[in-house]
Nanobody, 123 residues
């Protein structure tokens, strides 16, 4: 089994930065792809980016541009999402997800999910 716990969300102002963390337990980084998604109110889950177990990364540049940076620490089993220059439209619940295999953009491809962390950006 894979357990994922996100942290680091909160209420910030436009232009601020936040770093989200995802703590993974179980057999995770050794053989799972890890990814970040977000879900804004009334919308579906949106892929942001992720890493394969071997370290290959994939990012949806339309979604994150150059404001968001995804990284991971294999030793700590942690996945991070550094968000800079936050905008009100970044307001969403941010999720960490895991799957066996390559990075996929569809949330249906990920069987393991954290509970999510809320990010609210005020104007």
């Amino acid at each position: 089994q894979v357990q994922l716990v996100e942290s680091g969300g909160g209420l910030v102002q436009a232009g601020d930065s936040l770093r989200l963390s995802c703590t993974a337990s179980g057999r995770t980084f050794s053989d799972h792809t890890m990814a970040w998604f977000r879900q804004a109110p009334g919308k579906g889950r949106e892929f942001l980016g992720g890493f394969t177990a071997s370290g290959t990364s994939a990012v949806d540049t339309d979604a994150v541009g150059d404001r968001f940076i995804i990284s991971k620490n294999n030793t700590k089993n942690m996945l991070y999402l550094q968000m800079n220059s936050l905008k009100p439209e970044d307001t969403a619940v941010y999720y960490c997800a895991a799957r066996i295999g390559n990075v996929r953009f569809s949330d249906n491809a990920y069987p393991y999910w954290g509970q999510g962390t809320q990010v609210t950006v005020s104007s």
